[in-house]
């Protein structure tokens, strides 16, 4: 049933916005008098403590004028992001329509509205209720999108629409078909003509098919009427208008001829019901395959969702729902169960297959203080572990928003599309209007039926629903097979532009290696003692995070020595650390931090050149101002490194390293996997310049990183790529997540692009083809030869499942990024 529009509320009404900037009672003050002059405000409650305000104000007072005397009294509404579930789309101008609708309304920065997830995603500060409001008066349905429960309601509400359509096609072709054959077959077949006339006779004939053509309209093609009418009716047409108009024009004009045959001129009395009645029949058909195939573009979100656990086994209270899970809460695991969320192994050993989350075939070894991903499924042993992470805030929850999120989004050229499709539909309307009267003025003799079957058949024929189906489609299935390979996309967007990078730059410790390096020289100077310096150094760097910090601090412990604590500590991004241990000044990074101190190391230049060509990363230390040590640690080759590097090659693309490591061990690992250029000692600000002059020597640039000191080149880059085993920080300013951290997912994400980006050309070629190609031929230019009504809706239903059918191709692509 169609539900009823939402009619705007006549008497006052409550909201409550948020407010930022307020800091005392003073700040309440001013809010309160500021709202309170706003005409219509009845009734203003601002509190401090939840930075908000409650309003009573008549239905008349706007969104934009509240915001407005909030900034004026020096405050202000933040922005927030919404997602809202839209009805009643069907094709790109309802986009348009709906995306106007919502930047229309007082306090909406931004929206994007997808045809094919039925979504649209704003950022402002306009209630929801606002927008969904907005959305009303356009003609379409919204409610606000939240979580998992939306996400089943949507599930649930496709599937519904799939059976209805299924079953009205049905309806259609059982009462069409015999339609099609009293009528096609009399032309066709002279013996059914004559048939006809000695049986039930022409006029019976014209009677039944009046009936049953009725009955088509109005029961199974009722969708076509009760939205395309009111929208045609607003001076905002749609697909569902132009079928309306088609269908209706061949159906009145059959009506007129059946009933009333004086009032048309002399050799025009002809019926067309089989034309009505077909094309509902047919393009049903097409809206039920389209169906199918659009739930097939969301089968990876879907798999990712059926990978969330029902229950979880809590010790001392047994099985209990997921949703009733909290952090803290002790879990067991049996062999062979999936784990309900994210936590950390307290007890047991086992192997977890991660596989789903990751995209790596081998299971994973966990012990105690191992963490555990929701989602993932144990193998051998028992486990029990402690929740860390519960509902939303799981990676797998985090990463089916990210894939949504990406999904939902627009590119670029999206944009150039939405602004044709707008006016699509109301040029092809002009464009039947035109026909019909050209065929009239310019026409044979008793042309008037040869008009009407040709305005129908442009009517008919046009399809903005490949237009609008053609890119997000693509995105959809796209996104969806990267995350099922352990590449995250974070923003559409750099889908496209992930395709015209020319350079990729890589970072070294934890992107290029394994990020666990170890200890494996030491060489003192003259007068230090190898037990004290190892000791001073580890104290110092115990209090560091960074990955060569833990490997000196290891290798002291693996020879039993026991560091005091570091006090006065400082990192110093970039250079290394200090601190104050038993009472001396220890120092401990690279060359440029000892020379920064004042400090010659010609002492150590040989030894360091040595261990650099070997592809070890030389410090230095320094106690109480004097240079004490050399020491080198050694960071592995990830496996498939090379395997990687010779896939961007093999790609087109320049490899670059930007490291902040010693230039010649940079140059000795570079030269060892084939890598083109080398940006080595520099710091967190000198990626960003290396990143900019590659950006202006190759152009486009992909960056790869894991660490802290990456996210500024993660940001500076075209598309920044975190490895999803490095920092939050990193993840937070990359496009692009790669989950496994194997550097062949950067391959596999670029190919991907590439491929998907492919599909978007085809599908936009296709879509724009066929109506350039064919409108012409359904208005007549190719007379005597004319497209039948029934053609060109054949024609239009098969076009948006082509468009799907092509997108779905992405479902088959392959990781080709390198050896994993």
Not at 320 to 329: H, K, N, R, S, T
Not at 660 to 684: C, F, K, S, W, Y
Request: glycine content about 10%; charged content about 15%; proline content about 5%.
């Amino acid at each position: 049933m169609n539900k009823p529009q939402t009619q705007p509320a006549t008497g006052p009404i409550r909201r409550h916005i948020a407010i930022e900037g307020m800091n005392c009672a003073s700040c309440v003050g001013r809010v309160e008098r500021a709202l309170g002059k706003v005409a219509g405000v009845r009734s203003v409650s601002v509190n401090l403590a939840t930075a908000g305000a409650d309003i009573v104000a008549d239905a008349g007072v706007e969104h934009g004028t509240i915001a407005r005397a909030v900034e004026e009294a020096g405050y202000h509404i933040p922005s927030a992001a919404y997602e809202l579930a839209i009805d009643g789309m069907s094709c790109a101008s309802c986009v348009g329509r709906v995306e106007r609708a919502l930047l229309a309304v007082p306090g909406v920065a931004a929206a994007a509205v997808n045809l094919a997830t039925g979504r649209a995603q704003v950022r402002g500060s306009a209630p929801v209720e606002d927008l969904i409001a907005a959305v009303a008066g356009a003609g379409y349905q919204a409610r606000a999108y939240r979580g998992a429960a939306a996400r089943d309601e949507a599930q649930d509400r496709r599937e519904a629409e799939a059976q209805e359509l299924k079953r009205d096609f049905l309806l259609a072709l059982v009462l069409a078909l015999p339609v099609f054959v009293l009528e096609m077959g009399s032309h066709l077949i002279p013996g059914m003509h004559e048939l006809i006339h000695r049986t039930i006779g022409m006029q019976n004939s014209w009677y039944l098919q009046f009936a049953l053509t009725t009955l088509v309209l109005g029961f199974p093609g009722r969708r076509f009427y009760r939205h395309g009418i009111p929208a045609l009716l607003r001076m905002a047409p749609d697909m569902h208008s132009l079928v309306a108009v088609g269908t209706l024009a061949a159906y009145a004009y059959s009506l007129v001829a059946t009933f009333a045959p004086a009032l048309l001129p002399p050799g025009t009395v002809h019926v067309y019901y089989e034309a009505a009645s077909v094309i509902v029949a047919l393009i049903l058909l097409g809206r039920m395959l389209e169906a199918r195939a659009k739930g097939r573009t969301s089968e990876a979100i879907q798999r990712l969702v059926r990978l969330q656990s029902r229950t979880a086994r809590v010790r001392g209270s047994g099985e209990v729902a997921i949703g009733d899970v909290i952090a803290g809460d002790i879990i067991e695991i049996r062999p062979g169960e999936r784990i309900p969320v994210d936590g950390e192994v307290i007890e047991g050993e086992s192997f977890v297959d991660e596989a789903m989350i990751t995209g790596e075939p081998i299971p994973v070894a966990k012990t105690i203080g191992s963490a555990l991903v929701g989602g993932t499924v144990n193998q051998q042993g028992a486990l029990a572990f402690r929740a860390t992470a519960v509902g939303g805030d799981t990676v797998l929850s985090q990463i089916i928003a990210m894939v949504e999120a990406a999904q939902g989004s627009k590119l670029p050229i999206q944009a150039v599309v939405d602004r044709i499709t707008l006016w699509f539909v109301p040029a092809v309307m002009a464009a039947a209007a035109l026909t019909f009267a050209g065929w009239l003025a310019f026409g044979p003799p008793h042309a008037l039926g040869l008009a009407l079957v040709n305005a129908v058949a442009v009517l008919i024929i046009a399809c903005p629903c490949a237009m609008g189906l053609a890119t997000p489609t693509a995105i959809m299935v796209g996104t969806g097979r990267a995350a099922e390979m352990g590449v995250l996309f974070r923003r559409g967007e750099a889908l496209q532009m992930l395709r015209e990078a020319k350079v990729i730059g890589l970072d070294k410790t934890g992107t290029l290696t394994l990020g666990h390096p170890a200890l494996t020289d030491l060489h003192l100077a003259e007068g230090f003692e190898r037990g004290s310096v190892l000791d001073a150094i580890a104290a110092v760097e115990e209090r560091s995070e960074h990955p060569i910090a833990r490997a000196i601090v290891e290798a002291a412990q693996a020879e039993g020595r026991s560091p005091g604590a570091a006090g006065d500590f400082a990192a110093i991004p970039g250079m290394g650390a200090r601190g104050v241990v038993d009472g001396h000044d220890v120092a401990v990074g690279a060359d440029r931090y000892m020379e920064s101190m004042g400090l010659n190391l010609a002492g150590f230049a040989q030894t360091a050149a040595r261990l650099g060509a070997e592809g070890k990363t030389p410090l230095y230390a320094a106690i109480d101002g004097a240079l004490a040590a050399v020491l080198a640690v050694s960071d592995p080759v990830k496996p498939g490194t090379p395997e990687a590097i010779a896939a961007f090659h093999a790609l087109g693309l320049k490899v670059a390293m930007i490291t902040g490591d010693n230039r010649a061990t940079a140059h000795a690992i570079a030269a060892r996997l084939g890598i083109d250029e080398v940006v080595a000692q520099v710091m967190p600000e000198g990626k960003v310049e290396a990143v900019r002059r590659l950006q202006e020597q190759y152009g486009r640039l992909a960056y790869v990183g894991d660490g802290i000191n990456d996210a500024p080149a993660l940001a500076q880059a075209d598309v920044g790529m975190a490895v999803g085993t490095g920092t939050d920080i990193a993840i937070e300013a990359a496009d692009v997540v790669l989950m496994s951290g194997h550097l062949g997912a950067v391959g596999d994400g670029i190919a991907l692009s590439r491929a998907t980006m492919g599909v978007i050309g085809q599908n936009l070629f296709w879509a724009f083809a066929y109506n350039v190609a064919l409108i012409p031929v359904a208005a007549g230019v190719l007379y005597p030869v004319l497209l039948s009504p029934v053609f060109a809706a054949g024609a239009m239903a098969m076009s948006s499942v082509f468009v799907l059918g092509n997108s779905l191709r992405l479902r088959q692509f392959r990781a080709t990024g390198g050896a994993r």
